[in-house]
């Protein structure tokens, strides 16, 4: 079993900047692919943005040029740093986490959410 522990979230006011983190514990081989989503009351849960396991970034329209995704593989955590945030950022955000288990199969695993407010 595999659990996953995310922090950083909180109130921020418009342009300040968040660092969310995700940690993996567990039965972890290797970790795939990992990625932040977003979902804000009365919409669908959106991919924020992915990073590879060779360190491979993609990232939504939206927060291109203002978050980044970064990984440690080491401690099995990936991180979110957001900057110039807006009030449309305003979600709960959520990890993801392709994890490969000691059996070489991958399961899907997804953080418990933490609050992204940003209001002035």
């Known amino acids: 079993q595999v659990q996953l522990v995310e922090s950083g979230g909180g109130l921020v006011q418009p342009g300040g900047s968040l660092r969310l983190s995700c940690a993996a514990s567990?039965?972890?081989?290797?970790?795939?692919?990992m990625a932040w989503y977003r979902q804000a009351p009365g919409n669908q849960r959106e991919l924020v943005a992915a990073?590879?396991?060779?360190?491979?970034?993609n990232f939504a329209d939206s927060v291109k040029g203002r978050f980044t995704i970064s990984r440690n593989d080491a401690k099995n955590t990936v991180y979110l740093q957001m900057n110039s945030l807006k009030p449309e950022d305003t979600a709960v955000y959520y990890c993801?986490?392709?994890?490969?288990?000691?059996?070489?199969?991958?399961?899907?695993?997804w953080g418990q959410g933490t609050q992204v407010t940003v209001s002035s």
């Open positions: 990073i590879t396991r060779s360190g491979i970034t």
């Open positions: 993801n986490l392709k994890v490969v288990g000691y059996t070489r199969r991958e399961y899907d695993y």
């Open positions: 567990g039965s972890i081989f290797s970790i795939n692919d």
